[in-house]
């Protein structure tokens, strides 16, 4: 089965690519004298990116079991937190300073790495629920207005 295998590679390639960028954007912070661990993990994008990396290693650690219902239910809040992820920092953040000091860090946890999660999110089982939760969340913070 060689498609489950580069989903496989794809997979781990994806986690350790947000990590990496995580970890960067720490020691960014970090030598700038501006690391606040309390703030740098209370940012929404780096909380639902983390969720992301989690559903995706418990996916791959079970990939040749049953999904439970446990997998499924984190792998469709992944999805929907990185959504509103992608929509928040394309409509109401574009143009605005983010603080994040490297370029590509911005792109992958904000960008790529909710892209490609909320398309894979949306395959589960409980399709339905997480795309009305999708929009209503994404709806009622773009009913607040830009920052």
């Known amino acids: 089965m060689e498609s489950g295998r580069a989903l496989t590679a794809i997979g ?35 909380q639902s990116n983390l969720v992301g990396v989690a559903a995706f290693a418990w996916v791959l650690a079970n990939r040749d079991k049953p999904r439970s219902r446990a997998l499924e239910l984190l792998r469709g809040a992944a999805a929907m937190y990185l959504t509103i992820t992608f929509f928040v920092v394309i409509f109401l953040l574009s143009g605005v300073d983010v603080q994040v000091q490297l370029g590509w860090v911005d792109f992958v946890l904000h960008k790529l790495f909710p892209a490609s999660s909320s398309s894979t999110g949306s395959s589960t089982r409980h399709r339905p629920g ?13 009913s607040r207005g830009p920052p």
Do not use: E
């Open 130 to 142: 997480w795309a009305c939760a999708t929009l209503r969340s994404g709806s009622s913070t773009r």
């Open 12 to 46: 781990a390639a994806s986690i350790a690519l947000v990590l990496t960028a995580i970890v960067a954007q720490a020691l960014a912070l970090a030598n700038a004298n501006a690391f606040n661990a309390t703030r740098f993990f209370a940012f929404f994008t780096i």
